[in-house]
């Protein structure tokens, strides 16, 4: 058959690519139900039992009261969708579709497009869930305030940023040691249920404990997420500072290790899975 030639500039090529991103992560979106938007309130539902079961927990052992000068709600939240937002942006990240995926066959298909669709669509249903409880707290407690809007919206780009970073890694180790990688995921995910620091001040703990969880880039999300959101709050312990040079040194690390990886992309890497 006939076809146009056409000129591949730069720019033409840049949009091409911006508009295969926007289409494949629609598809990542719609992926876990075909109504888009049954699929971003089943994320509002897993959130939402999120929050009840972490409320429920700190009432029955009595500890709902937090140590910091504002509304309790904002204080879970503050912890709880930062943490969601990390875990679930490395989940996405590193279960993209690799170099021996079927849809790399397809001609403007190519990993960075498999992985920044899976990014952003994870950061959508993320974000959009995130609004929606914010807006009906609001409308039902009228307790959502910010001290530091920007700053808040800082750190919450930059939990989801590392989440990238951490999710690159694990990407770039599957292909390697399936079980390990998968095993190891699991645990940074569930470590960082306690080490994320969402279930405590951090300015309220002896400093013993505070050095047991300082290596961790989330548990400095969470605290300076708090510093951001309630006006009488100030970190002493931690810093944005710490958790941007990690992510940015594991996002240099895991684009390495990927393209290492995909210049040895084998067809046998997916047999028997």
Known sequence: MFEARQTNTMRRSLFSMLEVTYHASVQKVRSSHRNAVWAIMTSILQAGMFVGGFYLMFYFIGAREAKLRGDFMMYLLSGIYLYLCHIRAVAAVSAAEGGTSSLMQHGPMNPI??????????????TISL????????????????????????????????????????????????????????????????????????????????????????????????????????PHHTNWEYPLYVACGLLIVGLMAEFFTTKRASMSWDMGR
């Open 131 to 234: 609004l929606v409880i914010l807006f009906a707290l609001h409308t039902f407690s009228g307790t959502v305030t910010f001290h530091n809007w920007k700053a808040a919206l800082m750190i919450y780009l930059l939990a989801w940023f590392s989440g990238f970073g951490v999710g690159l890694v694990f990407r770039a180790m599957r292909p390697w040691s399936p079980e390990v990688t998968r095993f190891a995921q699991q645990a940074y995910m569930r470590i960082n249920m306690v080490a994320s620091g969402k279930m405590f001040v951090a300015n309220t703990v002896p400093g013993f404990i505070i050095s047991m969880f300082d290596w961790n880039p989330l548990f400095h999300i969470v605290d300076q997420m708090r510093g951001a959101v309630f006006v009488n709050y100030f």
């Open 113 to 126: 497009v498999a992985i920044a669709s899976s990014l952003i669509s994870a950061f959508y249903v993320q």
